[in-house]
């Protein structure tokens, strides 16, 4: 898979992955055919928000005035780096 992402193409978790809320685990968890994956509360947010309208670069920003942060530009694309290698994001 390609690492890089252009920060104009859109974000949207694959068809493959449903993002929701546990209560069990009290955390919001990545389900798939084979499993599930327990998010914590970063990646969680930024998934909630690969939804196919938003590119990199305006989730960034989003993230940055939702959590009044800044700087968090890195961080935010090496997860999305590491999800897409997952295959968690188209």
């Not at 938003?54 to 993230?63: C, M, N, P, Y």
């Not at 780096?81 to 295959?87: E, K």
């Amino acid at each position: 898979m390609n690492d890089k992402l252009p920060a104009t193409s859109p974000l949207k978790i694959r068809p493959l992955f449903r993002l929701q809320w546990e209560p069990a685990q009290n955390a919001h968890v990545l389900l798939y055919p084979e499993g599930m994956v327990k998010l914590n509360q970063s990646a969680a947010e930024i998934l909630k928000r690969c939804d196919g309208t938003r590119d990199l670069e305006t989730l960034i920003v989003e993230l940055e005035t939702a959590f009044n942060a800044t700087g968090i530009g890195d961080e935010v694309r090496a997860f999305v780096v590491d999800a897409r290698s997952r295959g968690w994001l188209e």
